[in-house]
């Protein structure tokens, strides 16, 4: 597993550290765990594909424990979580926001999480487009106040509904770094197709989308470790 950093400039009054949590499709904790008790992030933001089956993922809770005794975790879920509504009381009784086109304070930044376009009991494939999202949220999201960050799965999501909008930053997962890395691009993500755009980088300096902490494709990883990241975001300097 990889730890990556990337530092983004916003309007806010001191620094924040967001660690990115993604894809973990209930994989073992442990590593990230320990990679999380370390660096002690002010937020942890979860963006989906946690678990597939919280009955079949005994980690999970204990883990959203662990998360939301070290730092104000948000979790959005992405287009594999199953759950039942006792299953969602039994995450937020983990101490985790659960946001699901909804969005609250944290940390004095204006956090959103943006529902998966595919329903629950649909499973997602892949398939080269994804269902679209709840745009009139996104909308009214964008229209708040502070600095806004969106907890979105899929990356897909953001050059067709998100760029244009008033959204500082949009956190993202799902595309598990394109499975195969030639240097920066990734060979073929869900919802993107071959060759997709946004599988595992910073992107004009409003999108972040991690690479995953689990292979769950019938062939494996290659250049393409997984990754844990953590986003750095920086007052903007009044002076300049």
């Given at each position: ?54 009955d ?18 948000i ?76 907890l979105c ?10 760029r ?33 755009r ?43």
């Open positions: 597993m990889q730890l990556t950093h990337y530092t983004v400039s916003a309007g806010i009054s001191a620094p924040l550290a967001v660690a990115h949590v993604s894809d973990l499709h209930g994989r073992p904790t442990r590593l990230v765990s320990a990679a999380l008790q370390k660096a002690e992030p002010d937020i942890i933001a979860i963006t989906g594909d946690l678990f597939d089956r919280l079949d993922s005994p980690d999970t809770l204990p883990f959203l424990q662990a998360c939301a005794a070290l730092a104000p975790t979790y959005t879920y992405g287009n594999h979580e199953r759950t039942t509504p006792a299953q969602d009381d039994q995450i937020r009784a983990c101490g985790v926001t659960l946001l699901q086109n909804e969005w609250t304070t944290v940390c004095g930044l204006t956090v959103g999480g943006l529902a998966s376009g595919f329903v629950h009991g649909v499973r997602q494939g892949h398939f080269v487009s994804s269902p679209s999202p709840n745009i009139e949220f996104l909308k009214q999201f964008a229209a708040q106040d502070g600095f806004k960050l969106l799965h899929h990356p897909e999501y953001y050059s067709a509904y998100i244009d909008l008033s959204i500082d930053l949009t956190l993202a997962g799902h595309a598990h770094g394109g499975q195969w890395r030639l240097g920066k691009r990734g060979v073929f993500a869900p919802g993107q197709g071959f060759f997709p946004h599988t595992g980088d910073l992107y004009e300096g409003r999108l972040v989308v991690s690479r995953g902490l689990s292979n769950t494709a019938p062939f494996p990883r290659f250049g393409n470790p997984t990754e844990l990241v953590f986003v750095h975001l920086q007052p903007l300097d009044n002076d300049t």
